[in-house]
């Protein structure tokens, strides 16, 4: 995974390089692009009782692909341009929430970790 998160890292630089995009990609910048492309995403699944898969069609289902993916490319150049290691986070933050819910403590509770 973590060289899948380096390829694309490398290929979002160098498509931004290209266009002379890379003045606009501030965290700032792409942090809101993030959340316009989350939002997108979240109007696929608007009004579907759970959005699990036999309620979509094709084209919900080609519409959250390129929605998951747009999130994922911002997601990863915010990264990039803030300097943060996407693997390396993730790993970390498992490990904190792993001491915020103990499996043996939470297992089939979905309350938050302050709620127990």
Known sequence: ??????????????FAQERDWDQFHTPKN???????E???????????????DEELDEAKRTGIRHE????????VR?????GVDLHAAVLEKMELNALKYPAGQVRGDARKYSEY
């Not at 995974?1 to 160098?14: E, G, K, Q, V």
């Not at 989350?38 to 699990?52: D, K, S």
């Open 1 to 14: 995974m973590n060289d899948s998160l380096i390829d694309i890292r490398l290929r979002l630089a160098a």
């Open 30 to 36: 792409l942090a809101m692009a993030l959340s316009v």
């Open 38 to 52: 989350v939002a997108e995403l979240v109007e696929h699944y608007q009004w579907l009782p759970t959005g699990a």
């Open 68 to 75: 998951l993916a747009d999130v994922l490319m911002y997601l």
């Open 78 to 82: 915010l990264a990039d341009k803030s």
